[in-house]
């Protein structure tokens, strides 16, 4: 896959057998996908724009998947050995994939199945309650800094947010949050200083994955955007410029 910007993130397919023992919640289809990368904040952001890329296109071949940050961590490196060191087992929050902000080394940040082992998927608490919570999104207004804008940014761009807005993210939070530089013709891409999940540890990753439908979008109108992530008050910043 091409992406517009120097990364290290690995991509690697593991199998696994149909037992719950690394989601926890569903049993492991045999095909799988991780996402390894440093834990800083912009490592994790790219993991998560090139992550959903390779997400979308397994959906536009009709394989279902879904980003998941709680996977057992000895379970997965009893599948895919890919720790540096033993210490890294100790860092996951109670024994989950995830760690506790930044830590030593590479790390899997997510995993994904590839295709359910059983037909109706995860989607356990919306076939309890027939809710469809997950679908909802914040209109693009809403999730801009200045709502002002609104009225003043062209067409394109505004097809680019509102695929930027239907990104996924952990409890369908929608942080991410889009300002503007350059007579509109730069967005940018960011959670608001100091927002904290009140579960998930790496945002940061859904900022990346909103980061990666906007360039799409802009991409699909024709444009070749110019797209930087930096760090800044502790979070990824993402520009894409066209």
Same mark, same amino acid.
């Given at each position: 896959?091409?992406?517009?910007?120097?990364?290290?993130?690995?991509?690697?397919?593991?199998?696994?057998?149909?037992?719950?023992?690394?989601?926890?919640?569903?049993?492991?289809?045999?095909?799988?996908?991780?996402?390894?990368?440093?834990?800083?904040?912009?490592?994790?952001?790219?993991?998560?724009? *090139?992550?959903?890329?390779? *997400?979308?296109?397994?959906?536009?071949?009709?394989?279902?998947?879904?980003?998941?940050?709680?996977?057992?961590?000895?379970?997965?490196?009893?599948?895919?050995?890919?720790?540096?060191?033993?210490?890294?087992?100790?860092?996951?929050?109670?024994?989950?994939?995830?760690?506790?902000?930044?830590?030593?080394?590479?790390?899997? *940040?997510?995993?994904?199945?590839?295709?359910?082992?059983?037909?109706?998927?995860?989607?356990?608490?919306?076939?309890?309650?027939?809710?469809?919570?997950?679908?909802?999104?914040?209109?693009?207004?809403?999730?801009?800094?200045?709502?002002?804008?609104?009225?003043?940014?062209?067409?394109?761009?505004?097809?680019?947010?509102?695929?930027?807005?239907?990104?996924?993210?952990?409890?369908?939070?929608?942080?991410?949050?889009?300002?503007?530089?350059?007579?509109?013709?730069?967005?940018?891409?960011?959670?608001?200083?100091?927002?904290?999940?009140?579960?998930?540890?790496?945002?940061?990753?859904?900022?990346?994955?909103?980061?990666?439908?906007?360039?799409?979008?802009?991409?699909?109108?024709?444009?070749?955007?110019?797209?930087?992530?930096?760090?800044?008050?502790?979070?990824?910043?993402?520009?894409?410029?066209?």
């Amino acid at each position: 896959m091409t992406v517009p910007f120097e990364h290290d993130v690995e991509i690697r397919f593991f199998r696994a057998e149909p037992t719950k023992a690394l989601y926890t919640v569903m049993k492991s289809p045999p095909i799988n996908v991780t996402f390894i990368a440093e834990t800083d904040v912009v490592s994790i952001s790219k993991a998560g724009f *090139i992550g959903e890329i390779l *997400i979308l296109y397994a959906q536009s071949k009709g394989i279902s998947s879904c980003w998941f940050g709680h996977y057992k961590l000895s379970e997965l490196e009893r599948l895919m050995p890919h720790l540096q060191s033993p210490d890294q087992l100790k860092e996951a929050n109670m024994g989950f994939g995830y760690s506790k902000g930044e830590t030593t080394g590479r790390r899997a *940040i997510c995993i994904s199945p590839l295709g359910y082992y059983e037909d109706k998927g995860l989607r356990l608490m919306d076939r309890i309650t027939g809710k469809t919570s997950s679908f909802k999104r914040k209109e693009v207004k809403e999730l801009l800094v200045n709502p002002d804008d609104y009225d003043k940014l062209p067409d394109d761009i505004l097809y680019a947010l509102d695929l930027g807005r239907k990104s996924p993210s952990a409890a369908n939070s929608q942080m991410w949050r889009f300002a503007f530089e350059d007579n509109y013709k730069t967005i940018i891409v960011a959670m608001p200083v100091g927002y904290k999940h009140f579960k998930w540890e790496h945002p940061n990753v859904d900022i990346g994955i909103c980061a990666s439908h906007i360039w799409l979008g802009l991409t699909d109108k024709g444009y070749n955007p110019a797209v930087t992530v930096n760090e800044d008050s502790g979070r990824a910043v993402w520009r894409i410029s066209i």
